[in-house]
């Protein structure tokens, strides 16, 4: 399986991303997907997921900012980010759960500017 992350970027404070996230299977068969943020020497934070049924959870930093959502039909996870801070700079990966094995792709950049 093969996730690849897409979309970061530098942006100012406040200001808005999307990433795309595209993979060599097909979205519905992943039990889930997410994305995770890596900051250097932060822990890697799982930030947003969605279950096969469409059920999302978004950790608590970006709750009311980000929105995590998919299109089936063009096999693409997104993850929308608004209200971006300076504390959301990190690398964002896309992760994928497909028979009780997880996957993670190349990521992508973030940086926001105070």
């Known amino acids: 399986v093969q996730l690849q992350a897409s979309g970061g970027g530098l942006v100012q404070a406040g200001g808005s991303l999307n990433l795309s996230c595209t993979t060599s299977?097909?979205?519905?068969?992943?039990?889930?997907m997410g994305w995770y943020r890596q900051a250097p020497g932060s822990e890697r934070l799982l930030v947003a997921g969605i279950t096969r049924r469409g059920l999302d959870h978004y950790a608590d930093p970006v709750k009311g900012r980000f929105t995590i959502s998919r299109d089936d039909a063009k096999d693409i996870l997104y993850l929308q980010m608004t209200k971006l801070e300076p504390e959301d700079t990190a690398v964002y990966l896309c992760?994928?759960?497909?028979?009780?094995?997880?996957?993670r792709g190349q990521g992508t950049q973030v940086t926001v500017s105070s």
């Open positions: 992760t994928a759960r497909l028979n009780g094995a997880n996957y």
């Open positions: 299977e097909s979205i519905i068969n992943f039990n889930a």
